[in-house]
């Protein structure tokens, strides 16, 4: 049998994850892959530093370089991070024609043609099936599963703190201040959330799907962003009432087409999102992760798992470990490359053009003529309101005053409600979220 041997940068959460699982499911892997898989190096900062599973202090070093270089080790796993360090830890690996793992969706985001066309050129392979979504193998689905399909939708809850917070938000009614202080001291969040709760590294991972999904790179930069640091607890309720379940959603829509053979324009964002609570995503909990894939032969099709953690990480980049052995086995290099740009291109639909239908809150003055003020505003900007709720049970000077729109561009609304926000009788910033009905 064969022998293909992994070296490991980074012995932390995800690495040391890596080498138990492999541990563990050694032979069973070894029996469906007809090739014998063995952690040679594994290269960490401080050989002293506690991690979530022990690593046999012989195989360890602080020289990512002995890893790289040895030349018994065939495959190089890159479980740092960071975008710099680990960049040049790639390309060396890469620069030596050796297969390399990543889960870095940091880095992917920045520099991901680069480190593409890097192991093109040294006919070798980059493996990322890690990067998005945890333990979900939502990559291989999209680039093997869904060869044939055209993706017309991709919505995922891709960051598990965010949906952590928001769902106990929802179950507690409580505010979001102290159920991020309250995840931090849990672990769930880190001290600094703003990677997190601010939409940045769900956007790395939608910037991922929609650029695999559609042959384009996709820049970081244009990518709407918005986080849940705005999402309040009655603006939860709010929506619980008229049926909808707040989710930080990371979008990929392909736009109308604009000609036969035109590029396609694809609106890829980050936002919370009111989603209606009969829908299986409004279900998804606590740090679960869910990926809902529509494909033009498929279908409707959803994933759900683990979007991280030590054990559901390892699961992934085992798959890509498993994937590297076979075309070793087999010479095939690059069976499967890691990203194709597609003749036709495409560009990321400006998020002002993207439709979408509303839920606006407002905070107004309880007298007769407010509603007929606000309405006029709308129906200058052609924007249809679907329902008004004034909610009871709300007395004094002003009083909340929830609008539901019709599907119409983002740019009209935000500036009508530029509009809305000046009039004397609306006593606070309107607050407005879309409604993806994922119909
Ligand atoms: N954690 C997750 O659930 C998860 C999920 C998906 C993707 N990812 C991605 O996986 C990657 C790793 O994340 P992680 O959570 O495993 O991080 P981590 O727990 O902080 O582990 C990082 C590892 O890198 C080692 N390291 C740092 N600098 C090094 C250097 N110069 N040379 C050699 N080793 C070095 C550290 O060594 P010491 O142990 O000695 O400090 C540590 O073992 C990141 O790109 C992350 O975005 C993580």
Excluded at 322 to 350: E, H, W, Y
Aim: charged residues 20%; proline residues 5%; neutral net charge.
């Amino acid at each position: 049998m064969q022998s293909v041997n992994l070296g490991l940068i980074g012995g932390g959460t995800v690495g040391s994850g890596v080498y138990h699982a492999l541990q563990l499911n050694r032979g069973l892997m070894e029996a469906r892959l007809g090739v014998r898989l063995k952690v040679v190096k594994v290269a960490v900062k401080a050989l002293d530093e506690p991690r979530p599973y022990e690593i046999p202090t012989d195989v360890m070093t602080t020289d990512w370089k002995a890893v790289v270089n040895d030349p018994e080790v065939h495959v190089v796993a890159e479980l740092v991070g960071g975008v710099t360090l680990a960049r040049t830890m790639i390309l060396t690996a890469l620069e030596l024609g050796k297969p390399v793992i990543t889960a870095n969706k940091a880095l992917l985001a920045k520099h991901g043609p680069e480190l593409f066309e890097a192991a093109r050129r040294h006919g070798t392979n980059l493996y990322y099936e890690a990067s998005v979504a945890g333990g979900i193998p939502i990559i291989k689905a999209l680039r093997e599963g869904f060869v044939g399909n055209r993706f017309t939708h991709i919505y995922g809850i891709v960051n598990g703190t965010c949906n952590y917070i928001l769902t106990r938000m929802r179950q507690e009614g409580a505010d979001f201040g102290d159920v991020l202080a309250d995840a931090q001291r849990l672990g769930y969040a880190e001290a600094d959330p703003s990677l997190d709760v601010d939409g940045h590294d769900s956007a790395h991972k939608t910037g991922i799907l929609a650029s695999l999904a559609h042959g384009f790179w996709v820049k970081p930069e244009e990518i709407h962003v918005e986080g849940i640091r705005s999402i309040t607890k009655i603006d939860i309720q709010f929506a619980q009432q008229l049926g909808y379940t707040i989710k930080l959603l990371g979008i990929v829509k392909l736009g109308p087409a604009q000609g036969k053979k035109a590029a396609a324009r694809v609106q890829v964002s980050v936002y919370p999102a009111l989603i209606p609570n009969s829908h299986v995503l409004a279900n998804v909990n606590q740090v679960f992760n869910a990926v809902f894939v529509r494909g033009d032969v498929v279908g409707d099709t959803l994933f759900y798992g683990r979007g991280a953690g030590k054990d559901a990480t390892a699961s992934a980049v085992l798959s890509d470990l498993a994937d590297a052995a076979l075309d070793l086995k087999f010479g095939s290099k690059c069976r499967i490359p890691p990203f194709v740009p597609l003749n036709q291109g495409g560009t990321v639909m400006p998020i002002g053009e993207a439709m979408a239908r509303y839920y606006v809150r407002l905070n107004v003055a309880d007298r007769p003529g407010t509603m007929a003020k606000v309405a006029t505003i709308l129906g200058q900007a052609k924007i249809g309101i679907s329902s008004i709720i004034q909610p009871e049970g709300h007395e004094g000077e002003s009083v909340p005053l929830i609008l539901m729109m019709h599907d119409a561009p983002n740019a009209a609304l935000t500036k009508a409600l530029a509009k809305i926000a000046k009039l004397p009788v609306v006593k606070a910033p309107p607050v407005m979220l879309r409604v993806e009905t994922l119909e």
